[in-house]
C-alpha cells in the first residue's frame, strides 16, 4: 500500500477515521455499517475524508508522473468522468495529465478506445477483460504513458447474481518500461450510487499511484512511433 512522509494510505487512514462509528472497513473506502449516531450521516462522513485524501494522493501522482516524465489518461465508464475531474483539480495537472475518454456505451468503448465487439460479447462491458481494453486502448489512442480504466455497476439498478451492483472492474496500463502492460483488478464496494462512484475514484487513484511509484524515476521513457 503507497504511503509516504505526510500521506496515509486510505486503507490505513479510513479505520482511523472511522473509529468506533463502523464496524468495518473493506479495502478502499468500503464502509459496512457506518450508523448515525451523533449526528454522523452514513456516507458523508466518510465520503468527505474520503475525497480529501484523494486529492492528497493526486497531488502525490502528479509528482509521480512529473519525476518519470509521462502524462496520464483516464478511460471511464460508470465514474463518468469522476477521475479526470479529480486529477484536473490539482493545480499544475496540465503537465502531466494528457486526456480523459468517457465512454459510457459500448460504441463509445469501441469507437474511442478500439475496445473489440467480441470481448464485449463474451464477457460484458463491466469485465476485466474488457477494463484492459480501455486502459490499453486509452494509452494507444494518446500522447500518455500511463492510464486507469474504470467500468462497473454503480447501481442502484443493474446488478446480476454474478454481477451485483458495487462490482466495479478497473484497468491500469503503463508503457513507461517498455511494451504497454496492463493489470486489472475487480473490487466489490458497498453503499449507495453516489458511494460506489466515489470508493471507485479513489482506488482508482491509489493504486495508479502505487503502480506508477513502484517505477524508478531514471527508467527511461520509449519514445512513441507515429
Not at 474511442?112 to 486502459?135: D, Y
Not at 453503499?191 to 479513489?202: C, I, Y
Amino acid at each position: 500500500t503507497y504511503t509516504s512522509s505526510d500521506t496515509l494510505s486510505l486503507h490505513d487512514a479510513l479505520p482511523i477515521y472511522a473509529g468506533r462509528h463502523a464496524r468495518r472497513v473493506v479495502g478502499v473506502g468500503a464502509v459496512v455499517g457506518v450508523g448515525r449516531g451523533n449526528g454522523v450521516d452514513r456516507y458523508s462522513f466518510l465520503g468527505s475524508f474520503l475525497m480529501e485524501s484523494v486529492d492528497r494522493i493526486a497531488q502525490e501522482l502528479g509528482k509521480t508522473c512529473s519525476a518519470l516524465g509521462i502524462k496520464i489518461v483516464t478511460a471511464e465508464s460508470c465514474t463518468g468522468g469522476l477521475i479526470a475531474g479529480t486529477l484536473t483539480d490539482v493545480p499544475g495537472a496540465s503537465a502531466w495529465f494528457d486526456r480523459g475518454f468517457v465512454t459510457y456505451s459500448n460504441e463509445a468503448k469501441k469507437a474511442m478506445l478500439g475496445v473489440r465487439e467480441e470481448t464485449l460479447t463474451e464477457f460484458g462491458a463491466v469485465s476485466k477483460e474488457t477494463a484492459e481494453e480501455m486502459a490499453l486502448g486509452a494509452v494507444a489512442h494518446s500522447g500518455a504513458g500511463a492510464a486507469v480504466s474504470v467500468t462497473g455497476i454503480a447501481g442502484p439498478g443493474g446488478g446480476t447474481a454474478e454481477k451485483p451492483v458495487g462490482t466495479v472492474c478497473f484497468g491500469f496500463a503503463e508503457s513507461v518500461t517498455g511494451f504497454p502492460r496492463c493489470t486489472t483488478v475487480v473490487k466489490h464496494f458497498d453503499g449507495d450510487r453516489a458511494s460506489v462512484r466515489r470508493q471507485s475514484v479513489a482506488f482508482a487513484v491509489e493504486e495508479l499511484n502505487n503502480l506508477l511509484a513502484s517505477i524508478p524515476s531514471e527508467t527511461p521513457v520509449p519514445l512513441r512511433r507515429g
